[in-house]
């Protein structure tokens, strides 16, 4: 697949009298030796890769290499060896085209997609007596299946999904190129994959075989090198001519005509460009096929695929008129260590003001410092009011760390970070700047410690912003590469927000060379991309947030009700009175509040919203200079619990601990750490399964923060409304709603991974199923528990029921990192990839003789395919707060049914926690939100509605039930009311 193939005759090089000229290609000796670059080694025991080792017949030796770069720390390039053509070729017999190389190696990479998403590449240069380059560059990236031979477990045909980590073996033939005395060997990570901190690329018997052919070679095809806009490839003559005349190209089956064709001694380049403004998809996979001939007919073809690399494109609208005389960047930043949940949606919120301190019920004071200046030019104004964000401008680089003069990143050492003197915690920031871009593609990175969201576009716009880049969640400080192509040459608004919960902090902002090298935008004095802190632009009119945001599927943020920002333009503001809103088509009444140059639109809806159920919204409003906005959306994502009593209730609080409920059955596949039972002890017998356990005894579950809430969550159940807020509830102890005396726990972190007992189980695999529940009375299902749970990269957290007694299983929820989520282009969920697609970190076991595992599908029940993709939900990674909810979904099949049962599992290495509490069944009509609608007449009001009437002073609540019936008449109601039906 995907290699050149050489006629006439030719004696393919691996034969017996070929010469290997690889140094240490196995890795065997030290680094160090063979190679003058740098790499580390593991031995095959540390299986860090998926899938089975090579095999034995290759005699891979017992150490792999990895982390290869120029350097120690400089994985920029990668890691050579220099080796002499001669040695193995007589000159004569390069110079004639006979001499033949055959590269070959194997390559994995590491077995944990969510965060080392990094892929290995070997590259494979000749050169002449004076080191110029002849030919083209030879190319073997794991990331397409071009020289791809087998898998590892004998499997022949590439794919990307359950073989993705797995060592493959890659060979590429080809003909030396007359004037070549050197080859260099490069192995590095592939540009065609994301890299995230150190390069997770695995390598193992690199060989470069040449040998002599038995008559002068045909021309040699290479590689195809794709871009979002096009391709290239290299046609390297031997002693005959190519004959133009004879060169043929196809894509994707259609013949095209190459845009150029160019010849350079003995190489010809082909060339060939999509219409100016189009672009391959981002991501996407094409098919080039070859064919020439030389001047005495010998024939060379090649087909070979290449992959679109992931990227985004700016709108050229987009582009602005800098203030050439303000360059560098505005940084907005605000911190208090009550906020420290690693997400992106934190510092936004944090930012502007929108999480309350339950103490004082006020968004959360800034406790940066305006005098803490660091790499700014001078100090800020102090916050005001006192939880605004400190404004710094920064005229140099963002490379900015808590503690000037630290070395976390690649470029050291750090600038001091503007507003924080000290080590400190739960810092928000925002980085505003226009960057002077060149057309075509552009490789940008962020390393930080921990999160960060990089947007161009209309960054500030939610609907109009491009999203280019992100991390979300806790990490060291690590690099994050993305790619983006600008339609035209200019200036570009960009914006990041950063946030950090705890420990060290440092962010730095980077591109990459097309030669791997980094360097800090507004460097310009080593290349850099020029940035500027301001805009000579009009900004118009803008809706600056939306939540729930625009989405066709789950996301970890919900919203209890629809919330929309709008903001004025610098020259036009908004039509306050224009605004209007309508949600899956009709038109909603809401409430506005307008304060300084915002104005804030919120919808809180009546009755019960489970963030499962699709939307569509509409808003439509005008400025004051006319210009009309009408936008649409979809979404999910709204979540209000108004509950009535249950009609049934597990508390688990009448079983005695260490056990499971009667009647309920529980299994396992976890791997045995400790003998005997002991509560107290996670590592024990106890915790390999589900087990019911006080909360006095996982109080401080793992060392983490069990009494952090996901902010901005009413729940009224029975006419109680309590709101969760992103902090520790007063007394520090678990809210009785959310969690009280026994809970079903299911223990991951305090485990180890290796049965002590030599047992086939890796990890921790934990299901357990109900009872029957008798729900023929039921009419609708609703259900709901307290949900305590912590995301690990390569755990499962799966919920669903069954009305069959078992014998089949439905979805409810299964919660997963975000970054393990495969999706459609569309932005809805690959269930069926992100199932069953290999995951070689999470748990694996034995069943009956049959292996499983490896993948997070083999621990659910239901059925796998894409009709699970709606029931599929992120949560953070090591997210000690948004895990931290009450959950709520219908189980559409249970009503009427006599045998419902759920089915809990949870599926880990190392990995957190999951528990219940609350467990409550329900009878709530689906339908449409009752009517509600509210007139004058004279100093009185009459409120027509279904259902029951409650009124509430804040638009959250408390809403208290009113008596009458429809239509109600008030006399004079005083101050601010709110007012909702519900059924």
Not at 868 to 893: H, M
Request: glycine letters at 10%; charged letters at 20%; one cysteine or more.
């Amino acid at each position: 697949m995907g290699l050149s193939i050489i006629t006439s005759g030719l004696a393919f090089v691996g034969a017996a009298n070929a010469t290997d000229l690889i140094v240490n290609g196995s890795f065997e000796d030290a680094p160090g030796v063979g190679w003058t670059g740098y790499f580390k080694t593991y031995n095959y025991t540390q299986a860090y890769f998926t899938g089975p080792p090579i095999p034995a017949t290759e005699d891979p030796g017992v150490r792999y290499s990895w982390r290869h770069g120029v350097a120690e720390g400089n994985y920029g390039g990668p890691c050579p060896q220099v080796v002499d053509l001669t040695a193995a070729v007589a000159i004569a017999d390069i110079d004639g085209g006979k001499g033949q190389y055959t590269f070959s190696c194997w390559l994995a990479s590491y077995g944990q997609p969510s965060s080392n998403p990094e892929m290995p590449y070997l590259t494979a240069q000749f050169f002449d007596d004076q080191s110029a380059q002849v030919g083209g560059t030879v190319i073997i990236d794991r990331v397409t299946g071009n020289g791809f031979q087998t898998f590892a477990d004998g499997t022949t045909t590439f794919d990307t999904t359950t073989h993705l980590h797995d060592w493959a073996q890659y060979v590429r033939i080809g003909v030396v190129p007359p004037g070549a005395r050197t080859a260099t060997i490069g192995i590095t990570h592939s540009p065609n994959a994301q890299l995230s901190g150190t390069p997770d690329t695995y390598t193992d018997l690199v060989k470069f075989d040449v040998d002599i052919a038995t008559v002068a070679a045909p021309p040699s095809i290479g590689d195809v090198t794709g871009s979002p806009s096009g391709f290239s490839v290299d046609i390297v003559e031997s002693v005959v001519a190519l004959d133009p005349a004879t060169l043929s190209v196809k894509l994707d089956g259609a013949t095209i005509t190459p845009t150029s064709v160019t010849k350079v001694d003995l190489t010809t380049k082909v060339v060939y460009s999509l219409p100016a403004g189009t672009y391959f998809a981002s991501g996407s996979t094409h098919t080039v096929a070859v064919n020439a001939k030389d001047v005495k007919g010998n024939a060379a073809a090649s087909s070979q695929t290449f992959q679109v690399i992931i990227y985004s494109l700016l709108p050229a609208t987009a582009k602005v008129t800098p203030d050439d005389s303000k360059r560098g960047f505005v940084w907005r930043v605000h911190q208090n260590p009550a906020l420290a949940s690693n997400d992106n949606e934190r510092p936004e919120q944090q930012l502007a003001g929108e999480i309350v301190d339950p103490a004082t019920l006020l968004p959360y004071d800034n406790l940066a410092s305006p005098d803490a200046v660091g790499v700014a030019i001078e100090a800020a104004a102090p916050a005001d009011p006192t939880w605004a964000p400190l404004q710094f401008e920064i005229e140099t680089v963002i490379n900015m760390n808590q503690v000037a003069g630290g070395g976390n990143g690649f470029f050291k050492p750090d600038d001091g970070m503007p507003g924080i003197p000290s080590q400190k915690n739960g810092i928000a920031g925002e980085i505003v700047t226009y960057l002077d871009l060149p057309a075509g593609l552009v490789t940008m990175g962020v390393n930080s410690d921990d999160g960060f969201r990089t947007k161009s576009g209309l960054p500030w716009d939610a609907f109009k912003a491009v999203q280019l880049g992100e991390f979300e969640g806790g990490r060291g400080a690590a690099d994050t590469l993305f790619s983006f192509v600008v339609p035209e040459a200019g200036v570009y608004p960009f914006r990041t927000v950063y946030e950090q919960g705890g420990g060290d902090a440092n962010i730095e902002w980077f591109t990459v060379n097309p030669d791997g090298t980094k360097v800090l935008v507004n460097d310009t004095a080593n290349g850099g991309i020029p940035a500027y802190r301001a805009s000579l632009t009009p900004v118009a009119p803008y809706v600056r947030s939306v939540s729930p945001a625009p989405s066709v599927r789950q996301l970890d943020a919900v919203s209890s009700s629809i919330t929309l920002s709008l903001v004025d333009g610098t020259t036009d503001n908004v039509d306050d009175a224009s605004i209007a809103l309508k949600l899956d088509g009709a038109d909603i009444t809401t409430t506005k509040d307008r304060v300084g140059n915002a104005v804030t639109v919120t919808y809180a809806p009546a009755g019960l919203r489970l963030p499962s159920e699709p939307h569509s919204a509409s808003l439509s409003f005008k400025t004051t200079g006319g210009v009309v906005n009408n936008i649409q959306w979809n979404f999910r994502n709204l979540k209000n619990l108004v509950l009535p009593a249950p009609k049934i209730l597990e508390t688990f609080d009448d079983y005695p601990e260490d056990s499971q409920p009667p009647g309920w059955t529980a299994w396992n596949f976890t791997a045995h750490n400790s003998d005997g039972r002991d509560i107290t002890n996670q590592k024990s017998e106890s915790y390999e399964d589900w087990v019911l356990v006080d909360v006095s005894h996982i109080t401080n579950i793992d060392g983490s923060s069990p009494y952090r809430i996901s902010k901005g969550q009413f729940i009224e159940i029975d006419g109680n409304t309590v709101e969760l807020q992103n902090g520790n509830p007063p007394g520090g102890t678990w809210p009785d709603w959310l969690m009280s005396g026994n809970v079903l726990y299911a223990e991951s972190d305090s485990r180890g991974n290796t049965d002590s007992r030599g047992g086939p189980n890796k990890g921790q695999t934990q299901f357990i199923t109900t009872a029957p529940y008798d729900l023929s009375a039921f009419k609708d299902v609703v259900i709901s528990f307290s949900n305590i749970y912590e995301q690990n990269q390569d755990s499962l957290g799966s919920v669903e029921y069954s009305v069959d007694g078992g014998v089949s299983w439905l979805p409810v929820m299964y919660f997963l990192e975000d970054a393990d989520i495969k999706l459609h282009a569309d932005g809805t969920v690959d269930a069926v990839r992100t199932f069953k697609d290999a995951n070689g970190d999470t748990s694996s076991w034995v069943d009956n003789g049959v292996p499983k595992g490896g993948n997070y599908g083999d621990g659910i029940g239901a059925p796998i395919t894409d009709a699970l993709g709606p029931y599929v939900v992120p949560r953070i990674n090591d997210g000690d707060v948004e895990g931290k909810r009450v959950e709520v979904a219908r189980l559409d099949q249970a009503a009427g049914k006599a045998d419902v049962r759920l089915r809990l599992a949870s599926l880990g290495t190392d990995s957190w926690y999951f528990a219940i509490d609350n467990l409550a069944f329900y009878d709530i009509p689906t339908g449409a939100e009752p009517a509600l609608h509210i007139g004058r007449n004279g100093d009185s009001i009459v409120i027509t509605f279904e259902g029951a009437l409650q009124e509430a002073s804040l638009v959250g609540g408390p809403y208290t039930p009113l008596v009458g019936n429809s239509p109600l008449t008030l006399n004079k109601p005083d101050g601010t009311k709110f007012y909702r039906a519900i059924r």
